[in-house]
């Protein structure tokens, strides 16, 4: 059938997915140097166990699920009210966010969700990133063909605005001269692990509310942040209920990476105009749910849940300060080896310029076969993301200790 053809914008998608490269050359020189003991720097997963209050109620919601009384199939399409009740409590009002427990939509983690939100937008809604990015929201939009076409040589989507943050604005993005309709943000940020101070934050809201734009603000890092005017919500700044999205995650301060558990808050003011109508961003969302979704598993939901009991809150509290003791080392032994780093103080990323001007893949080739270390190329990033690299406090200790002993050597 002639008729038949592919989804022509998954074709404009360059290359392969930036891990996927990552491991593959990775995979090479393994095999290459089968007796060369290599440390992982460079994916963003975790490896500390989930905690026993997790466990616990996975264990105890397993046992619901063999008997008939407490047996549970489909979910609420939405989550379950449990567990968007401790979220609204927990996350939300607790910090004086006036979120309420029905603005909460609980998902199986915040990739899918900030790859799927722009679905309930137009077409010809233009967007705008910060430039290194999280590599979803650009994709995704390229999916939905959004993005006009791409330049190999720059590595520029024509119809996407980019905000550069690079050691010269101290990795926070400037309002853009041209208006988007869709900004993503993402602070603490991955890959260049900065982040804003609430009244920065604060200039954004008020930008999105003057300007018609909805800002995706990704919030997967906040369990890192330790400074006091640093928000762990949009909701923190006033006027965000009008123009903000929340996408919260349950991978990197938990370490549900496996387990995938996540949510979106669209509060229930978040309009946008269509044929002089003010459409509710939350029932189209809501609607998608129902249409595409089956909600996240009980069980899983259950565990989310023990994360904010108290002994659940300490123990996570715990896993993130191993972390950041790791982001801690690697950072101010780089900083001793004379390295130009940034990040790795409220964010589990450490940033590193590239010496010698290598480009950011020469960097990567470099430090895997001299130093056996892998890490993530910035470049893979976006653009502005040459010349920068990007390593991770996800290890052990000893790793990243070990990891900084072969990088001094160098
Ligand atoms: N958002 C950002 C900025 C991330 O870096 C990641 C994972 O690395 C995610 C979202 C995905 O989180 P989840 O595991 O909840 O899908």
């Known amino acids: 059938d002639l008729d038949l053809r592919p989804n022509s914008d998954y074709l404009k998608l360059p290359g392969s997915y930036l891990f996927s490269t990552i491991a593959k050359k990775v995979n090479a020189y393994q095999q290459a140097n089968p007796d060369k003991k290599i440390i992982r720097l460079g994916i963003g997963d975790v490896t500390q166990p989930l905690c026993p209050a997790v466990i616990e109620a996975l264990h105890k919601a397993v046992d619901e699920q063999a008997v008939a009384e407490t047996f549970r199939g489909y979910a609420p399409d939405l989550g379950y009210d449990f567990l968007r009740h401790a979220m609204a409590e927990n996350d939300f009002r607790s910090r004086g966010c006036d979120i309420a427990?029905?603005?909460?939509?609980?998902?199986?983690?915040?990739?899918?969700?900030?790859?799927?939100?722009?679905?309930?937008?137009?077409?010809?809604?233009?967007?705008?990133?910060c430039d290194p990015v999280y590599p979803v929201y650009v994709d995704s939009n390229v999916m939905?063909?959004?993005?006009?076409?791409?330049?190999?040589?720059?590595?520029?989507?024509?119809?996407?605005?980019?905000?550069?943050?690079?050691?010269?604005?101290?990795?926070?993005?400037?309002?853009?001269?041209?208006?988007?309709?869709?900004?993503?943000?993402?602070?603490?940020?991955?890959p260049t692990g900065s982040a804003i101070t609430k009244d920065q934050l604060q200039v954004w809201v008020d930008y999105a509310n003057k300007v018609g734009a909805v800002i995706i603000f990704d919030a997967a890092y906040?369990?890192?942040?330790?400074?006091?005017?640093?928000?762990?919500?949009?909701?923190?700044?006033?006027?965000?209920?009008?123009?903000?999205?929340?996408?919260?995650?349950?991978?990197?301060?938990?370490?549900?990476?496996?387990?995938?558990?996540?949510?979106?808050?669209?509060?229930?003011?978040?309009?946008?105009?269509?044929?002089?109508?003010?459409?509710?961003?939350?029932?189209l969302w809501a609607r998608r749910h129902g249409t595409k979704y089956n909600g996240a598993p009980y069980i899983v939901q259950r565990a989310g849940e023990a994360c904010y009991s108290d002994a659940g809150k300490a123990q996570i509290k715990d896993m993130v300060a191993r972390?950041?003791?790791?982001?801690?080392?690697?950072?101010?032994?780089?900083?001793?080896?004379?390295?130009?780093?940034?990040?790795?103080?409220?964010?589990?990323?450490?940033?590193?310029?590239?010496?010698?001007?290598?480009?950011?893949?020469?960097?990567?080739?470099?430090?895997?076969?001299?130093?056996?270390?892998?890490?993530?190329?910035?470049?893979?990033?976006?653009?502005?993301?040459?010349?920068?690299?990007?390593?991770?406090?996800?290890?052990?200790?000893?790793?990243?200790?070990?990891?900084?002993?072969r990088i001094k050597k160098l």
């Open 101 to 129: 427990d029905d603005e909460i939509f609980i998902s199986d983690g915040a990739k899918s969700d900030s790859g799927n939100i722009q679905e309930i937008f137009s077409q010809d809604a233009k967007i705008a990133v």
């Open 144 to 190: 939905a063909g959004r993005t006009g076409d791409y330049d190999e040589s720059t590595g520029i989507w024509s119809n996407v605005i980019y905000m550069p943050c690079t050691a010269e604005n101290g990795f926070a993005p400037e309002l853009p001269k041209e208006t988007p309709d869709l900004i993503y943000l993402c602070f603490p940020n991955n």
């Open 323 to 405: 972390y950041m003791k790791n982001a801690n080392y690697i950072l101010n032994g780089l900083k001793d080896a004379g390295y130009d780093v940034s990040g790795g103080v409220i964010s589990p990323y450490v940033w590193l310029r590239t010496p010698d001007n290598m480009t950011s893949w020469e960097f990567f080739d470099h430090l895997l076969e001299k130093a056996n270390v892998v890490g993530t190329p910035g470049s893979g990033f976006g653009p502005s993301g040459e010349h920068y690299f990007r390593l991770t406090a996800f290890g052990s200790y000893e790793n990243s200790v070990e990891a900084l002993e």
């Open 222 to 283: 906040e369990a890192y942040i330790s400074e006091d005017n640093v928000p762990h919500s949009i909701y923190e700044c006033e006027g965000a209920r009008t123009c903000a999205i929340e996408l919260r995650s349950f991978s990197k301060n938990a370490g549900f990476t496996g387990l995938r558990l996540g949510a979106t808050i669209i509060p229930h003011d978040l309009t946008v105009d269509f044929e002089g109508k003010k459409v509710q961003m939350h029932s």
